[in-house]
């Protein structure tokens, strides 16, 4: 148990669709992030979060859309994905932006578009 | 930007054998963390490892910042040991940016 809780673990989805991730943490952090791991490739930054506010869009496509309501939950919203989208998606979470402080990820979301 | 490098990419060991993986890295850094990412994808945290030598059982690292690489030793290796180990290094670009390396995928049998 990390602290940091995915939901829903597996999502296949069309691509008209339009479908949500959600990362919850309970560790009393500031900052959350979205990593996307797709196969054989390192684990990419997307969106990083600091007490509510993204300070950081690593050049995603707008059909990713994070939310990031209060510090504990970041969603990520997903619309019209393409399947080169298919991937790990994980969550992390780190006490605050400031410190070097370690970064704990969640379980992740394994993503399939068809 | 900074280059993370990991060696070896593939590993195959008898459980019970020891190794040493290693992670080089190209630039100055503020922190280094280690990973497991085992078969169902989750992602673990090892150890968080500026400089110097940590201890987790039969799991250690080292840091040798200066020099730009770290080192996870795995002792008397186990099947659940299997899974790719990531050496991730933690730079401050005004927030906090983990840097992945690209992995070592290890098999343990039995």
């Known amino acids: 148990e990390t602290g940091v809780t995915q939901t829903p673990r597996h999502l296949v989805m069309g691509m008209t669709n339009k479908k949500s991730l959600k990362c919850e943490q309970h560790l009393g952090h500031n900052a959350m992030y979205w990593y996307k791991q797709s196969a054989k490739k390192p684990l990419e930054l997307m969106f990083v979060?600091?007490?509510?506010?993204?300070?950081e869009n690593n050049s995603v496509p707008s059909r990713f859309s994070p939310e990031c309501p209060n510090s504990s939950h970041l969603f990520l919203h997903l619309h019209t994905l393409q399947p080169e989208d298919s991937a790990l998606y994980l969550c992390?979470?780190?006490?605050?932006?400031?410190?070097?402080?370690?970064?704990?990820f969640g379980d992740g979301t394994r993503l399939s578009i068809l | 930007g900074i280059q993370v490098e990991q060696s070896p990419p593939d590993l195959i060991l008898q459980e019970g054998a020891n190794s040493t993986l290693r992670c080089n890295f190209s630039?100055?850094?503020?922190?280094l963390q280690w990973f497991h990412q085992n078969p169902w994808g989750q992602l673990i945290n090892l150890f968080y490892i500026p400089s110097g030598t940590k201890q987790n059982g039969r799991l250690s690292a080292t840091t040798v910042a200066t020099e730009r690489y770290s080192l996870l030793y795995i002792s008397s290796s186990q099947t659940t040991d299997s899974g790719v180990y990531f050496c991730?290094?933690?730079?401050?670009?005004?927030?906090?940016?983990?840097?992945f390396g690209t992995g070592t995928r290890l098999l343990v049998s039995p």
């Open positions: 991730a290094v933690l730079l401050n670009t005004g927030f906090q940016k983990l840097v």
């Open positions: 979060y600091n007490f509510k506010e993204q300070t």
């Open positions: 630039d100055s850094v503020n922190n």
């Open positions: 992390a979470s780190s006490s605050d932006l400031g410190s070097n402080q370690p970064q704990h």
